[in-house]
């Protein structure tokens, strides 16, 4: 019902910085909030960033002071800028969204986010 359309990964050096987008196909009107997850290999999936429709915000302890989560409404996107990279930051990054009155998820297919020493 919802289509999440990730872009922005890639390799970048330490002390790098990438910006993802994640673009709904759905007006923010309909999702109550989205965010971003990642995984790393041998991790758990944890939540990086959330952004929710009443402006409440959360960040991982990790990435409080370098990632900063964003939307553009009219674009129906949100974003995640992330400054200071290091290599524990490695994952697959994926975008989320929670509709109003739908009891599940929905997920985008990842991005590749790699980071170099």
């Known amino acids: 019902q919802v289509q999440l359309v990730e872009s922005g990964g890639g390799l970048v050096q330490a002390g790098g910085s990438l910006r993802l987008s994640c673009a709904a196909s759905v007006s923010f009107f309909s999702i109550n909030a989205m965010g971003w997850y990642r995984q790393a290999p041998g991790k758990q999936r944890e939540l990086v960033a959330s952004?929710?429709?009443?402006?409440?915000?959360h960040y991982a302890d990790s990435v409080k002071g370098r990632f900063t989560i964003s939307r553009d409404n009219s674009k129906n996107t949100v974003f995640l800028q992330m400054n200071s990279l290091q290599p524990e930051d490695t994952a697959v990054y994926y975008c989320?969204?929670?509709?109003?009155?739908?009891?599940?998820?929905?997920w985008g297919q990842g991005t590749q986010v790699t980071v170099s020493a």
């Open positions: 989320n969204a929670v509709l109003r009155g739908s009891p599940r998820d929905y």
């Open positions: 952004y929710a429709s009443g402006g409440i915000l």
